[in-house]
Nanobody, 126 residues
Framework: QVQLVESGGGLVQPGGSLRLSCAAS????????MTWYRQAPGNQRELVAQ?????????????NYADSVKGRFTISRDNAKNTVYLQMNSLKPEDTATYYC??????????????WGQGTQVTVSS
């Protein structure tokens, strides 16, 4: 069973930085994307940043970001550690939310599926 564990959340002042981590264990299928989402109280869950495999998870791939975080957030991965990161700079109060990690994969039959982490809280406040 795949387990995704997010960490790195916390309280930070506006303009500050945090780095979130999503560590995956037990992955056995072909991963084609890792995505960070966030959800603030009363709001729908929204995509923040995504990194895709481009056909080969071991290397390559591409990234995309929500317009609201472009230029401030950076998604990256460390394949050796099975970990995806979200570096968040110039944080704003509107970035306050619970951040979730999602792993998207194809199983041995080509059927897509996904796993979610439990979330980590980010609060941006003075």
């Amino acid at each position: 069973q795949v387990q995704l564990v997010e960490s790195g959340g916390g309280l930070v002042q506006p303009g500050g930085s945090l780095r979130l981590s999503c560590a995956a264990s037990g992955s056995i299928f072909s991963i084609y994307a890792m995505t960070w989402y966030r959800q603030a109280p009363g709001n729908q869950r929204e995509l923040v940043a995504q990194i895709t495999s481009g056909g080969r998870w071991a290397s390559g791939g591409s990234t995309n970001y929500a317009d609201s975080v472009k230029g401030r957030f950076t998604i990256s991965r460390d394949n050796a550690k099975n970990t995806v990161y979200l570096q968040m700079n110039s944080l704003k109060p509107e970035d306050t939310a619970t951040y979730y990690c999602r792993q998207s994969y194809y199983d041995d039959y080509g059927v897509p599926g996904d796993y979610w982490g439990q979330g980590t809280q980010v609060t941006v406040s003075s």
